[in-house]
């Protein structure tokens, strides 16, 4: 039996409170709002910084709404990546974003262009040895795993989700809160 300590007890509560409180105000957004907002991810490779990442994502003028560790299921991978479901590293994919928790991340961010776009710009290129110097790609492969070249070797991906259009931004929120609110 897992032994929890009075404080591991009381932050757990203080979490799920939140949590519901988020998935309260979240059925409230509209559209509009959704422009101002973005579904993003920290892969499990890079959880282990979540502490800095955090930071340093506050840093680049985002507001983090709701920020949670999640185990994905296979089935709920699968489910958000379908897009790419038949593709040669959809498998690779899936395995990875089943390999350990993520950090999900509702993201604020006001301004001329779009959340999901601002976030895009903050990412860079999906594959990590093309990511502009400074982009959170490029600057977490080098900080946990040495750079680009050792990182590709272990895994064809990067550590970092992005939500690619505001469409995107209401499907994956939704998909992803929902799984979380029915457990
Ligand atoms: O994440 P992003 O929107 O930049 O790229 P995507 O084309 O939607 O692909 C989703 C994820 O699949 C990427 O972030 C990578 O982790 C992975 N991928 C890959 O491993 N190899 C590719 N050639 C393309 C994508
Ligand atoms: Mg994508």
């Known amino acids: 039996m897992i032994k929890y300590s009075q404080n591991t007890i009381t932050s757990l509560n203080i979490k799920l ?3 519901k ?29 979540k502490e800095e990442i955090i930071h340093d994502i506050e840093s680049r003028g985002f ?34 974003m089943t390999s350990g928790p993520v950090v999900v991340l509702i993201l604020q961010k006001m301004g001329e262009i779009p959340c999901f ?14 990511a502009a110097e400074g982009t959170l ?10 750079g680009p070249e050792a990182y590709l070797e272990r895994r064809a ?14 499907r994956e929120s939704n998909l992803v809160l929902y799984d979380i609110a029915m457990s």
Not at 25 to 47: C, G, R, W
């Open 17 to 19: 409170m939140e949590t």
């Open 117 to 130: 776009q601002a976030w895009r710009n903050e990412l860079g290129a999906t594959d990590p040895a093309k």
């Open 137 to 146: 790609r490029n600057v977490y492969t080098h900080k946990l795993f040495g």
């Open 63 to 96: 507001t983090v709404l709701f920020e949670t560790n999640r185990q994905f299921s296979e089935e709920l991978a699968r489910n958000f990546y379908s897009e790419h479901n038949g593709k040669s590293f959809f498998e690779g994919l899936v395995q990875q």
């Open 21 to 49: 409180l988020f998935l309260e105000k979240f059925k409230n957004f509209s559209v509009q709002d959704f422009e101002h907002l973005t579904y993003a991810m920290i892969k499990p490779d890079a959880v282990v910084a």
């Open 157 to 170: 991906t990067n550590c970092f989700h992005g939500a690619d259009s505001v469409a995107s931004v209401i």
